[in-house]
């Protein structure tokens, strides 16, 4: 999946206006103009699109974060220069708050069939041996099960 899908997708869901996704970038006090926001949020098809670096969907989903658990004491967390997908899948599951149950509960949304030992696999270090990759179709299913469960609330 590509950040672009990625924040496009977590607008969708999240029913944010322009002015919302601006503000919770603002909480990692990254200054993004509606111009630049409209253009990371055009379709993959529009010439016009302009690519989502990994450091600014990881500002935006450290400020998703903060706007839905609250601010730390301490220093901002710090934007990844390079962003995967379990990392990505790491930090929604920390801004929505979720436990193993719920993820299983979201993937059962869209008939995606995902064990604790296979989503415990996701969250490990790298040098772990039981460690795995979050791939595309996973990620893509959890954002879609995301959005179902939300919306339909």
Same mark, same amino acid.
């Given at each position: 999946m590509n950040n672009n899908d990625i924040l496009r997708r977590l607008r969708y869901t999240l029913n944010y206006t322009d002015q919302k996704? +601006? !503000?919770i970038f603002a909480l990692t006090e990254k200054v993004v103009e509606k111009e630049q926001l409209n253009a990371w949020l055009k379709k993959d098809d529009d010439e016009a699109q302009e690519k989502l670096r990994d450091i600014d969907l990881s500002g935006f989903l450290n400020g998703l974060i903060i706007e839905k658990r609250g601010k730390k004491e301490g220093p901002l967390p710090k934007a990844e220069k390079t962003l995967i997908n379990n990392t990505i899948l790491r930090k929604l599951k920390i801004a929505f708050n979720l436990k193993d149950d719920d993820m299983i509960d979201i993937f059962t949304l869209v008939d995606f069939e995902v064990g604790k030992h296979e989503l415990s696999a996701l969250f490990r270090k790298p040098t772990q !041996?039981?460690?795995? +990759?979050c791939k595309d179709q996973f990620l893509r299913?959890?954002?879609h099960g995301l959005q179902l469960k939300i919306r339909k609330n």
């Open positions: 996704m +601006i !503000s !041996s039981q460690y795995r +990759i299913n959890f954002l």
